[in-house]
């Protein structure tokens, strides 16, 4: 798993895609935790270009913790051409929101509220394509 340490210019862009409502919603990861999470919305980011979806994530005896899924347009193109039509916004999340899960079910609910720093995790080419199978469109 490849984390990123972010940098201030993060806290400060405005999120685009903001639910007009957030909702918490639960996953339980396969290490048997529990975590909530809730998305936020996304930012644009330039190195690489792409989109950061940002989620806050706690878990049982934790606050927030801020996590961003980055998914590359590189990545987003080689999808689009592979299914010979673009990526939606809704596909695009669906991606990121499995990331995440991944993350969870790697992650000891300690290190998820062990900081309060902005971590960044960028969907790999092979991830997505893992995920794109999986959601079978």
Not at 25 to 41: E, I, N, P
Not at 44 to 70: E, N, T, W
Not at 121 to 129: D, I, P, V, Y
């Amino acid at each position: 798993m490849r984390l990123l340490l972010g940098k201030a210019r993060m806290e400060t862009e405005p999120l685009l895609g903001v639910p007009e409502s957030r909702r918490q919603k639960t996953y339980s990861s396969l290490g048997g935790y529990v975590f909530q999470y809730v998305y936020a919305g996304y930012r644009l980011s330039v190195q690489p270009p792409g989109k950061d979806f940002v989620f806050q994530v706690l878990s049982q005896r934790s606050s927030a913790r801020p996590l961003i899924i980055r998914l590359t347009d590189s990545v987003v193109a080689e999808l689009a051409h592979s299914a010979h039509r673009e990526l939606s916004s809704r596909e695009q999340y669906a991606l990121a929101k499995l990331k995440l899960f991944r993350i969870l079910d790697e992650w000891e609910p300690q290190a998820v509220g062990a900081s309060s720093t902005w971590s960044v995790a960028e969907l790999s080419r092979e991830e997505a394509c893992e995920f794109w199978n999986t959601l079978d469109l």
